[in-house]
């Protein structure tokens, strides 16, 4: 089974705080993703990944920046934390088939709360 | 950008009985993947079904079925007899060329005993 791992499944970080995300995946997938959850507005994408040091702004990247430094490992990073990031963010990654991703699987998500 | 929509946004339904939630999304290209994703209170997103764009014939999954309707941008799931571990957030999704994968607003359904 595929198994993509958050570093934390609970946060509390102050504002102005830098703060790290760390998702790792087991499965050789290329690309890897970041999403926020918010009540009401489902999965808005941050910002993926299609290759080791690749990566591509989605819709909501203001904020935040991301790392991948190896294939295995996608990290959200958080310059520096303000209360409206206050939300749960879920990692995920894929295989593509030609020019199409084919389904994501996903971490278990980290609740951040910024205080 | 390219949207996804749910347009309900919670959903009921009696245990056993069957129940169909709507998603309809928007894209220019011919080849793409559409999938059902189950959210339980766990947080884990669960992938139900999924359905090729270039595939004619509906995607099933037990007691999960997809109706999708290529020309009218139409995708909805299908449950048949409702169960009380069904009841969850449901999300559809789209993928396309550039690799990204676009999410619905989701549907919290209910299972009434």
């Known amino acids: 089974d595929v198994k993509v791992t958050q570093s934390s499944r609970y946060l509390v970080k102050r504002t102005g705080e830098k703060v790290f995300l760390e998702c790792v995946q087991d499965m050789d997938h290329e690309n890897m993703f970041w999403y926020r959850q918010d009540p009401g507005l489902g999965l808005r994408l941050i910002y993926f990944?299609?290759?080791?040091?690749?990566?591509e702004k989605g819709d909501i990247p203001e904020g935040y920046s991301v790392s991948r430094e190896k294939k295995e490992r996608f990290s959200l990073i958080l310059e520096s934390a303000s209360t409206n990031q206050t939300s749960m963010y879920l990692c995920a990654s894929s295989y593509s088939t030609g020019a199409s991703s084919t389904e994501a699987f996903f971490g278990q998500g980290t609740r951040l709360t910024v205080v | 950008a390219q949207t996804v929509t749910q347009s309900q946004p919670e959903m009921s339904v009696q245990e056993a009985e069957t129940v169909t939630l709507s998603c309809t999304y928007d894209?220019?290209?011919?080849?793409?993947?559409l999938f059902w994703y189950k959210q339980p209170p766990s947080r884990q997103m669960i992938l139900v079904i999924r359905q090729e764009a270039y595939k004619q014939q509906n995607a099933t999954e037990n007691r999960f079925s997809v109706n999708f309707q290529k020309a009218a941008k139409s995708f909805s799931l299908k449950i048949s007899d409702s169960q009380l571990g069904d009841a969850a957030m449901y999300f559809c999704a789209r993928s396309g060329s550039a690799r990204q994968l676009t999410f619905g607003s989701g549907t919290q359904l209910t299972v009434l005993p």
């Open positions: 894209t220019s290209e011919s080849d793409y993947y």
């Open positions: 990944s299609y290759d080791v040091k690749m990566k």
